[in-house]
Each structure stands twice: as C-alpha cells, then as structure tokens.
C-alpha cells in the first residue's frame, strides 16, 4: 500500500541529546514537510523540501535540522539547541496536486 | 502574525444538524485551500479543497464555499454525524510555494 510512514510512535529524549524522526514514502511524492503541533497551536512548519537535495526554512526551525538524500526519506533531527521538544511531529508530502498526505505522528518527549 | 485563522476553538452541533467550521486568512496570494481533518494522536487526513477560480466545492456531505473579497472561507457538514467529532484544520498555499500555512484549528463535536 502507498503511503508515509514515521517511527517511532513514541520517543523520549533525555535532555542535551539529539533525536531523529524518520519519515518514508513510497507514493512518488517530490514534495515533503515536517510540521510540530502543541495544544492550542494547530500545525506549525518547521521545514519543507520540494526537491531532492534541497530543503527550506520552515515558521520554527530553530533547533531542528533535516536532510533528503533520497526522494522517499526527510529524516528530522531535533538537537539540544530546541529548548522545548515536547511536542506531535507530523510528516507529509504531497504531489502535483496540493493535498498532502500526512503520517502516524512522533510523540517526542523530554525526560 | 496568523495568516491563517480559525476563531473558534471549538464548535458542538446536535447530530442530523449542520456544522459550519469558518476559516479566514490574510495573504491575498493564497490562491489554493484545504480542509483537513484530525482525530488524537494521529496525522490529519484532508478532507476537501477549492481554488481559488471557484467559489463553492460540494464532496457528499461536505461543501466549502470561498469568498475571496472577504478572504473568508467555511466548511459546512450536512447532516453531521458523531463520527465527524474531531479537530479540523483549514490550510491554505500559494501555488508557486506548494507549502501549506495552517490555523490552530476547531474541534467539533456533535452529539447523539
């Protein structure tokens, strides 16, 4: 089945380290996003890559960084510098068309 | 600065009646918008989208209508069911970016 697949569902992160989200699709999209939610806050965009190799600066990107080497992989590593993690991250991607097509979710926690 | 707003954080509606879940937005080059739809701890699923060329897109039970002067747009369930309780986002692109600004969303809930 064609779809974006994130794991882990649960993450807990000790503070000071680094963690990655992996994100994976296989439904040929060129475009892929890494969004967070809070309570209260809707979806708020950290990064998006409309291309392989290329990626841009989402509303909140401090303290993150991402890579896409592969059109199917947009890995998201929250580092020490995010000063407050603990949040729903989202992936999705989308194609031609505008609608994206949205993961499971990472639940990241800091203990 | 929201570009994206959705008002109201939650909304309650009696089932068999309708939901109207407003939407307005603030970048006149947002020319591309999207309905999406979210239930705990998973991603959100979209729902229905319009152009900005059309004013009004029906998908079964769902419509929304767009109202660029008043940069307004609504998504109205008829009849609504308990199984649409859940948070629903409006999104909004312009198409030369393709990357989606989202409000802080409704949730619905509607009642037996």
């Known amino acids: 089945d064609g779809g974006i697949t994130q794991s882990p569902k649960y993450l807990f992160r000790k503070e000071g380290q680094n963690v990655t989200l992996s994100c994976e699709q296989n439904?040929?999209?060129?475009?892929m996003y890494w969004y967070r939610q809070d309570p209260g806050q809707g979806l708020r965009l950290i990064y998006y890559?409309?291309?392989?190799?290329?990626?841009q600066k989402g509303d909140i990107a401090e303290g993150y960084s991402v890579s896409r080497e592969k059109k199917e992989s947009f890995p998201l590593t929250v580092t020490s510098a995010q000063k407050n993690p603990t949040a729903f991250y989202l992936c999705?991607?989308?194609?031609?068309?505008?609608?994206?097509?949205f993961g499971q979710g990472t639940r990241l926690t800091v203990v | 600065d929201q570009q994206v707003k959705q008002n109201s954080p939650s909304l309650s509606v009696q089932e068999g009646r309708i939901s109207i879940l407003n939407c307005d937005y603030t970048?006149?080059?947002?020319?591309?918008f999207l309905w999406y739809k979210k239930y705990p701890a998973e991603g959100p699923t979209f729902l229905i989208s319009?152009?900005?060329?059309?004013d009004k897109n029906e998908d079964g039970r769902f419509t929304v209508f767009l109202n660029k002067s008043a940069k307004h747009l609504s998504l109205h369930i008829v009849p609504s069911q308990p199984g649409d309780s859940a948070v629903y986002f409006c999104?909004?692109?312009?198409?030369?970016?393709?990357?989606?600004?989202f409000g802080k969303g409704t949730k619905l809930s509607v009642k037996p």
């Open positions: 970048n006149s080059m947002f020319d591309y």
């Open positions: 999705a991607s989308s194609g031609s068309l505008f609608e994206a097509f």
């Open positions: 439904l040929n999209h060129d475009a």
């Open positions: 999104a909004a692109t312009p198409a030369s970016q393709g990357n989606l600004i």
């Open positions: 890559s409309q291309i392989v190799n290329d990626f």
């Open positions: 319009i152009s900005s060329i059309k």
